[in-house]
């Protein structure tokens, strides 16, 4: 049987993983998985990444809900890029030519590679009117995290302009919950597509059903007392 390809750097891949990093752990086990080796990355060449990633996810909101994207930044990102067909092991062929050899040098190419794989995708998205359609799963799923602070999951008030596009979450008080999240991923695709996957669609469904039970309900009323209490 042939080997399992590696997983390839992708910039919707890498923004649908960051959606379920809590810690810089998260990110390092990621880096881990695409490069095989433990890395050595200093806070701050993290924080940039993050930073990136950010941003991405900003254009992608405002290419949802109708907004102009930030070309003006992108521009001026893009024209400190070196690109490069060069081999480059983790890199794809077209990438940005790292500064040196070190793991933040490498996360930092990863990043820019990142940026110029967006970069296209919007060029397409900006160009063909309409056809492709850019959706995020409408799925719902339950854990206990955080979206602010420490955590590396997006800002909670980017979060919040999606989760009011589920009905659940608006008539169930669910908007800012640390413990009912919408499911992070983006996917190209038709444009009624709702869910990334058949496993995503059914847990969704379940959850809508406990979340509507009188049970759970009065359960949530009971520990939201306590805590004003
Ligand atoms: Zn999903």
Not at 27 to 39: A, C, E, I, R, V
Not at 157 to 163: F, G, L, P
Not at 171 to 196: T, V
Not at 197 to 204: K, Q
């Amino acid at each position: 049987m042939p080997a399992k390809a590696p997983p390839k750097l992708d910039w919707m891949d890498v923004l649908n993983e960051q959606f379920e990093w809590n810690t810089t752990e998260d990110l390092k086990n990621w880096f881990t998985k695409l490069t095989g080796k433990q890395p050595d990355l200093p806070k701050a060449s993290i924080n940039e990444f993050q930073k990136c990633l950010n941003f991405i996810r900003d254009q992608v909101s405002a290419l949802h809900f109708d907004e102009p994207v930030d070309t003006k930044t992108l521009d001026k990102k893009l024209s400190g890029i070196k690109l490069s067909m060069d081999k480059a092991d983790v890199l794809p062929p077209l990438h940005a030519k790292a500064q040196g050899s070190s793991d933040a040098d490498l996360l930092k190419a990863m990043e820019e590679t990142i940026l110029i794989q967006f970069t296209a995708f919007l060029s397409d998205f900006l160009s063909d009117k309409g056809e492709t359609s850019l959706n995020r799963c409408e799925g719902l799923y339950k854990e206990q995290r955080a979206f602010d602070g420490e955590s590396l999951a997006p800002p909670m008030e980017t979060e919040k302009r999606w989760r009011k596009e589920i009905p659940i979450l608006i008539e169930c008080k669910l908007l800012a919950s640390p413990e009912i999240h919408r499911c992070g991923d983006f996917f190209i695709g038709k444009a009624k597509a709702r869910f990334c996957s058949e496993t995503c669609r059914f847990r969704t469904f379940q959850l809508n059903k406990q979340l509507t039970d009188p049970v759970y309900l009065a359960d949530k009323q009971r520990r939201y007392r306590q805590r004003q209490q």
